[in-house]
């Protein structure tokens, strides 16, 4: 069964102690990885795809990257406004027609303190 | 570009009642999906449709229904309403081949 598993469940950082989030995956065929951003009522915010082991991407304080079990997103120097709820979520070949199907872990709640 | 849009943002049931759900993808989008997300859960996946046609369905009751209109507008159908059914319920649309986008969702209370 696919399965992603988010670790910690909460993390509480001074602004610019930069640490990483961790999610571990299982799945038959992996056809992506994508994490999220999501603030308290609000839907989750798209912000980054990755495709196979080795890569890499980035955005302004945040880096993903990705192994054959696992992604990290670090987060460098956070601020303030980095709070949020961060997920990811993993997508398979073997969903058939359901192409869009995502299978998300539970988060992690990040509060950055000043 | 305006994003995904949700309506109501806001809804209170009782048990044993049906609501429905809106959603509206942004521009160009082909492609709607649908969410169930529990409080300090995250987001399960419902249904997805692509061109009006059903095109994947999640461990969710038949109670649960869906459809795509000719414009890749969606609505959501939840009949005989449980306690359980309580959650914000996401919408997402994209492109095909292209990351998922979601709306801010409906907050739907059972009481």
């Known amino acids: 069964e696919d399965q992603v598993t988010q670790s910690p469940e909460a993390l509480r950082l001074q602004e610019g102690e930069s640490s990483s989030l961790n999610c571990s995956y299982t799945?038959?065929?992996?056809?992506?990885l994508f994490w999220y951003r999501q603030d308290p009522g609000k839907g989750p915010e798209f912000l980054f795809t990755?495709?196979?082991a080795g890569e890499e991407k980035e955005k302004e304080r945040l880096k993903a990257t990705l192994t054959k079990k696992e992604s990290f997103l670090h987060i460098t120097a956070p601020k303030p406004e980095d709070s949020a709820t961060y997920l990811c979520?993993?997508?398979?070949?073997?969903?058939?027609?359901?192409?869009?199907?995502?299978?998300f872990g539970t988060g992690t709640l990040l509060a950055v303190q000043p | 570009d305006a994003g995904v849009t949700q309506s109501p943002t806001h809804l209170i049931k009782t048990r044993g009642q049906h609501v429905t759900l809106r959603c509206s993808p942004i521009?160009?989008?082909?492609?709607v999906s649908w969410y169930q997300q529990v409080l300090g859960q995250g987001p399960q996946f419902i249904f997805q449709?692509?061109?009006?046609?059903?095109?994947g369905r999640g461990n969710f009751p038949d109670r649960f229904s869906a459809r795509q209109f000719p414009n890749y507008s969606s609505e959501l159908n939840v009949n005989a309403l449980l306690l359980g059914d309580s959650a914000l319920y996401l919408c997402?649309?994209?492109?095909?081949?292209?990351?998922?986008?979601f709306g801010d969702g409906t907050r739907l209370s059972i009481l």
């Open positions: 799945v038959s065929g992996l056809r992506g």
């Open positions: 979520a993993v997508q398979a070949m073997n969903y058939g027609g359901a192409t869009n199907k995502l299978i």
């Open positions: 521009s160009g989008h082909k492609s």
């Open positions: 449709y692509y061109e009006k046609e059903e095109r």
């Open positions: 997402a649309s994209s492109r095909a081949g292209e990351p998922q986008h």
């Open positions: 990755l495709y196979s």
